[in-house]
C-alpha cells in the first residue's frame, strides 16, 4: 500500500515539474519567434523568419508557408507575428509530444519516453571548439529554431514517418485505404511546405517497396502505397519551375563537397561530430538488427522487425550522399539548401539511436540481475557497460550543446554563435 502511494507521489510530482518546463519552453518559443519576426536576417535574434515573411508578402514563395504568411496578414501587426509565432510554437510542441507517443510505442516506462522525447527536441552536434568555431554553423543538426519552413516540415514529415510505419508494418495482412490516401495528402503537403523530405524519403521508400513485394506482400498494394507520390509530384513540378525556372537563372549540379566546405573548416570532423551518439549506438546494435534482417528474408516474415532502424539509416545515407553530392546555382548558391533533408534525417536517427539505446539498458540491466554468482557474463557486461556510459555521456553533451544553444538563441544571440 505505502509502495502504491509512494508511486503515485512520484509519477504526480514528475507531471507537474514536466508540465512546467514544457510550458516554459513554449513560453520561451514564443518569445523567441514574435522577436525573429521584428528582425532582419543580420542582427539581434537572427532567423530565415524574417526575410520568409517579406518574400510571402512581396507575392513571392515556393512553399505553402508563404499563402499562410499571406493570410495572417489580414490581421493587424502585433497579431500578425503572434500568429505566427503562435503556430510554430504550436507545431514544435506538437513535434515533441509526437516523439512522445512514437518512442511510448517502442518503450514500456511512459516517464522515461516522455523524457527522452523531450531530450530528442534539444540534442545538437556534439561541440568542440577546435574543430568548428561555431556550434552550429559548419555543423549539421535536426534542432533548428531559426527556419520556419523547416520547422513546420520537421513536424509534418514526422507525421508521415509514422503513418508509413503504421502502413507497412500491417499491410501484408491488411491494408486501409483512407490511412493510405491520408498518408498521400500528409507527404503532399509537407512537400509544399519544403521539398527536401520526400527527397529523401521518396528513393528509401521504393526500395523498401521493392524489399516487402520479396516478402510476399501483395502486388496491388505496394502499386497503390506507390501512387502515394503522385500529388507530391504535381506539388515538385510547381516548385521546380518557381525556384529553378529559365527565367530565374538557378539550378543543381554535382559538386562533391562543396556544400559541406561551404562554412566547415573540417567537414569530415563535423560531420561525425553532428551524429555521434547515433553512428556510436549504430556500430553497437548493427550486427544484432543484420541478423534479425536476415532471419525476416529466410522465415518471410512478411514484415522486417527492424524497419524504423533500416528506414532511418537508409534515409540518413540518402541525405548524406545528396548533401555531399549536390549544389544549386545562382542566386541560392550559397544557402546550402540540400542540408535541411540531411538535418531532419539526423533528428530521425537520434530518435531510432535513443530509443535502441533505452533498449540496450534494458537489456544490460537484466543480463545483470540473471548473472548474480555467475562469473562468465562479466566480460560482456563490463563491456556493455562501457559502451553504456560513453554513450550515455555523449548524450548528455548533445542534449547540453542543444540547451545551451537555444538558451542563448533565446536571448537574442545570432545562430552564428561560438
Not at 568548428?132 to 509534418?156: A, C, E, L
Not at 519544403?194 to 527527397?199: E, G, S, Y
Not at 531510432?352 to 560482456?380: C, H, M, W
Amino acid at each position: 500500500m505505502k509502495n502504491d502511494k509512494q508511486k503515485k507521489k512520484i509519477n504526480g510530482i514528475f507531471i507537474v515539474i514536466t508540465i512546467i518546463a514544457f510550458t516554459f519552453y513554449c513560453f520561451r518559443l514564443v518569445l523567441l519567434h514574435f522577436n525573429q519576426t521584428q528582425y532582419p536576417v543580420t542582427g539581434m535574434y537572427e532567423s530565415d523568419l524574417y526575410a520568409h515573411i517579406e518574400m510571402a508578402l512581396s507575392g513571392w514563395g515556393y512553399s505553402i508557408m508563404a499563402v499562410v504568411f499571406r493570410l495572417l496578414s489580414n490581421l493587424p501587426a502585433f497579431g500578425f507575428y503572434f500568429s505566427i509565432a503562435a503556430l510554430l510554437c504550436t507545431l514544435e510542441a506538437f513535434t515533441i509530444a509526437l516523439t512522445y507517443v512514437f518512442m511510448r510505442n517502442f518503450l514500456n516506462d511512459a516517464k522515461v519516453a516522455m523524457f527522452l522525447a523531450f531530450v530528442s527536441g534539444f540534442v545538437m552536434p556534439f561541440y568542440l571548439r577546435g574543430v568548428q568555431p561555431y556550434r552550429y554553423i559548419g555543423y549539421q543538426s535536426g534542432s533548428i529554431w531559426h527556419n520556419s519552413t523547416y520547422i513546420v516540415m520537421k513536424f509534418f514529415a514526422l507525421l508521415c514517418i509514422v503513418l508509413y510505419l503504421a502502413i507497412s508494418n500491417a499491410y501484408k495482412e491488411k491494408m486501409k485505404a483512407w490511412e493510405v490516401v491520408t498518408f498521400a495528402v500528409l507527404l503532399a503537403v509537407t512537400t509544399s511546405v519544403k521539398t527536401n523530405f520526400i527527397l529523401v524519403f521518396a528513393p528509401v521508400a521504393l526500395v523498401f517497396l521493392i524489399i516487402d513485394f520479396i516478402l510476399g506482400v501483395p502486388v496491388k498494394r505496394i502499386i497503390f502505397c506507390a501512387l502515394t507520390v503522385i500529388p507530391s509530384m504535381a506539388v515538385i513540378l510547381f516548385q521546380r519551375y518557381v525556384l529553378f525556372g529559365d527565367e530565374t537563372g538557378n539550378g543543381i549540379i554535382i559538386d562533391p563537397l562543396y556544400s559541406v566546405y561551404l562554412r566547415a573548416e573540417q567537414p569530415y570532423f563535423t560531420m561525425i561530430l553532428s551524429a555521434a551518439f547515433p553512428v556510436f549506438v549504430l556500430l553497437y546494435n548493427l550486427i544484432f538488427v543484420l541478423a534479425d534482417t536476415i532471419k525476416d528474408f529466410k522465415g518471410k516474415r512478411g514484415k522486417l522487425t527492424h524497419r524504423f532502424f533500416l528506414l532511418s539509416w537508409s534515409m540518413w545515407f540518402v541525405g548524406f550522399l545528396e548533401l555531399i553530392l549536390l549544389r544549386e546555382t545562382g542566386q541560392r548558391e550559397l544557402d546550402d539548401n540540400f542540408a535541411w533533408g540531411y538535418d531532419f534525417c539526423l533528428f530521425l536517427v537520434f530518435v531510432v539511436s535513443i530509443i535502441y539505446f533505452a533498449d540496450n539498458i534494458k537489456s544490460l540491466v537484466k543480463r545483470i540481475k540473471e548473472s548474480k554468482g555467475n562469473t562468465g557474463n562479466a566480460p560482456a557486461i563490463v563491456l556493455t557497460s562501457a559502451y553504456a556510459a560513453a554513450a550515455a555521456l555523449m548524450l548528455a553533451y548533445h542534449t547540453y550543446c542543444g540547451i545551451f544553444f537555444f538558451v542563448r538563441l533565446s536571448q537574442g544571440v545570432t545562430f552564428f554563435m561560438q
